[in-house]
């Protein structure tokens, strides 16, 4: 293991704002560094102390991005805790429960998924709690760029060849039980799916599902956030409505009634983007065999296709050339079975296949136009691109995923920007990205017009993103050509970026 320090035990955070604002790189890396190693708990990484207290799929996947430039056995090691939840039909669930933590610390806990019972029919763990819900598969993409900051040690500890048929199994959950539209794509069941939680795509899919009786339950969010950035309690109902249901129909797919089915290009681009990952994954596991291995060799070929597949079905079935952007389609509207409709609400979960390579040329250039254009306002209005339409009528600047900017969503943004090559845009997309990580002390997210900080602070993916992008996006290593050659293509100049961009 790293000589990094050990885990702080767990201590119920108050809201807390770094002291100093870190102006530089080596003092923004500096306080970056502190926050992961605050949240850490031993195995994994908690999104923050006081709000978020256990763990969190995509959180930890974006964390381990960052934790790579730390150690990369400490990355690997949060990616393989979130893994060894992994249920029986591959699906990765989206919290993992830390035994340690109160009962009332999180709602909903443990007590109310209660995955040992409820899931052992789809193969919920018997020892670790769970939720039964998942989130946007980032997995693969996290383990590939773990694996790349230290191929070696990573060879050494056969952590590619531990994880791939882990990461292999969650792709399978998600493309074999979640088409729901049946046409290839994957549905989200839950508005905590996308991990877009309260998004204003959610709106007409949402009104039509009963809510839970309030008095049925405790907000424990509004222990920590404030009222006016959280979702509202109407909203909430329904979220508890969604998920006991589903529970109660012991997490099977095929026999849950799914009221709420929809499928997000951002969860879908995550997932392609996973398995072009996964292609490289298969290519370094058959090349790097395990002793004695007698099972067939992994087949990149097989990913690519999948990927392929998938990009197909994404443009063919959620592009919008009038909104010049992507579009969340409502599974249900119109009864079970039908064709479903397109969602007409700009979320920033249109713009994320940016990150999906070989996307047709029309569809990037309308995507480019729509991120400067009057709904995004990149680099007019706005400097970090906001989670939904600036001009939508549901925007509002401190409510969560319903107009603040997100550090995650920006961070797979300059890495879109930059794969079609548009690296001035990604340059100044990053110092933006670094800038408000600093100055509003690692903040949940933020105001896209003022910069303002809201929801938690030392918030780990936001920290952690923000080590990625001053290193460079890879550690560059010896012998190691890939990453030498994509730290080249960053055209790093971290310290200028930050001290020219900090705090404007
Ligand atoms: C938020 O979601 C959780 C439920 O999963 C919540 O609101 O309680 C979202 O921002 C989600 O994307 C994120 O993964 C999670 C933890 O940071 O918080």
Redesign the pocket.
């Known amino acids: 293991m790293s000589a990094l320090p050990p885990a702080q035990p767990y201590i119920p955070a108050q809201r807390s704002r770094t002291a100093h604002t870190p102006v530089t790189a080596a003092q923004l890396r500096r306080a970056a560094r502190r926050v992961l190693l605050r949240n850490w708990t031993g195995a994994s990484t908690v999104?923050?102390r006081a709000l978020?207290p256990h763990q969190?799929s995509?959180?930890s996947a974006f964390v381990a991005i960052g934790l790579r430039h730390l150690s990369a056995a400490r990355a690997q090691r949060e990616l393989e805790t979130l893994l060894a939840a992994q249920w029986g039909d591959g699906r990765v669930p989206?919290?993992v429960f830390n035994p340690s933590v109160p009962p009332g610390a999180y709602f909903p806990g443990p007590d109310f998924w209660r995955s040992p019972a409820a899931g052992a029919g789809t193969g919920a763990p018997a020892r670790t709690q769970t939720s039964g819900i998942v989130?946007p598969p980032v997995h693969a993409l996290a383990a590939w760029l773990v694996h790349r900051a230290d191929p070696a040690a990573s060879r050494r500890r056969g952590f590619l060849r531990r994880v791939y048929p882990k990461l292999v199994a969650w792709h399978r959950y998600l493309t074999d039980h979640r088409d729901l539209g049946g046409h290839g794509l994957v549905s989200v069941v839950h508005p905590?799916e996308p991990?877009?939680?309260n998004s204003p795509a959610w709106d007409v899919p949402l009104s039509r599902v009963e809510p839970a009786d309030p008095a049925s339950f405790h907000r424990a969010?509004l222990d920590h956030g404030a009222a006016a950035d959280r979702p509202t309690d109407l909203d909430y109902a329904r979220y508890v409505r969604l998920a006991s249901d589903y529970r109660d129909h012991g997490y099977r797919d095929g026999d849950a009634p799914h009221p709420f089915a929809v499928e997000d290009p951002g969860v879908n681009a995550l997932l392609i983007a996973s398995e072009h990952a996964l292609a490289e994954i298969a290519a370094e596991v058959a090349a790097d065999p395990a002793p004695g291995r007698t099972v067939p060799a992994p087949d990149p070929d097989a990913h690519r296709a999948r990927a392929a597949r998938l990009t197909g079905a994404l443009v063919a079935r959620l592009w919008d050339t009038r909104s010049g952007m992507f579009l969340c389609r409502d599974v249900r509207a119109g009864g079970h079975g039908g064709r479903g409709e397109p969602i007409r609400e700009r979320s920033v979960a249109g713009l994320v296949p940016l990150v999906v390579p070989g996307l047709p040329p029309e569809v990037v250039r309308a995507l480019l136009e729509t991120l400067g254009g009057a709904h995004f306002g990149l680099g007019g209005p706005v400097r970090l691109v906001p989670s939904y339409d600036l001009l939508g009528r549901a925007f509002d600047p401190r409510r969560?995923?319903r107009g603040p900017a997100w550090f995650n969503v920006n961070w797979l943004l300059e890495r879109g920007l930059r794969q079609y090559g548009h690296e001035a845009r990604a340059d100044s997309l990053r110092a933006a990205v670094l800038a408000h990580a600093a100055s509003s002390g690692f903040a949940?997210y933020v105001d896209p017009h003022t910069g303002a900080g809201h929801g938690a602070r030392e918030f780990s993916w936001t920290a952690a993103l923000a080590l990625d992008l001053l290193s460079g996006g890879v550690r560059a290593r010896p012998g190691d050509r890939t990453a030498v050659r994509a730290g080249a293509r960053a055209r790093v100049r971290p310290e200028a970026l930050v001290r020219g961009a900090a705090l404007r």
Do not use: N, V
């Open positions: 999104p923050s978020y969190w995509w959180d989206h919290i989130q905590w991990g877009m939680d969010d969560y995923w949940e």
